[in-house]
């Protein structure tokens, strides 16, 4: 079992950049696929971006080129870098750990971490 802890969020302005981190406890990290996931309010939650043990990552077309996926196992971090954020970035994100890798149905969730994005 693994468990996260999400950082980094916070209130900015449009076009302004953040990255967020997911530390992870135990010594089997990187035998973990992890993602990264969003709700905004009154929306269901959003799948992003997911990289697998040895860093291939996917993601979703709306977040091509404004966001990339990264992990460090040394650090048993995984990160989540967002640039030119816009006001529709609104929500809480969360981080994701899967046994299985390419990671698919995610049974450990951190506790999620709120993003704001002022227009």
């Known amino acids: 079992q693994v468990q996260l802890v999400e950082s980094g969020g916070g209130l900015v302005q449009a076009g302004d950049s953040l990255r967020l981190s997911c530390t992870a406890s135990?010594?089997?990290?990187?035998?973990?696929?992890m993602g990264w996931f969003r709700q905004a309010p009154g929306k269901e939650r959003e799948f992003l971006a997911s990289?697998?043990?040895?860093?291939?990552?996917y993601l979703v077309n709306s977040i091509k080129g404004r966001f990339t996926i990264s992990r460090d196992n040394t650090k048993n971090t995984v990160y989540l870098q967002m640039n030119n954020l816009k006001p529709e970035d609104t929500a809480v994100y969360y981080c994701?750990?899967?046994?299985?890798?390419?990671?698919?149905?995610?049974?450990?969730w951190g506790q999620g971490t709120q993003v704001t994005v002022s227009s």
């Open positions: 994701a750990a899967d046994p299985a890798d390419p990671p698919r149905s995610y049974p450990y």
């Open positions: 990289i697998t043990r040895i860093g291939l990552t």
């Open positions: 135990g010594r089997t990290f990187s035998t973990y696929g």
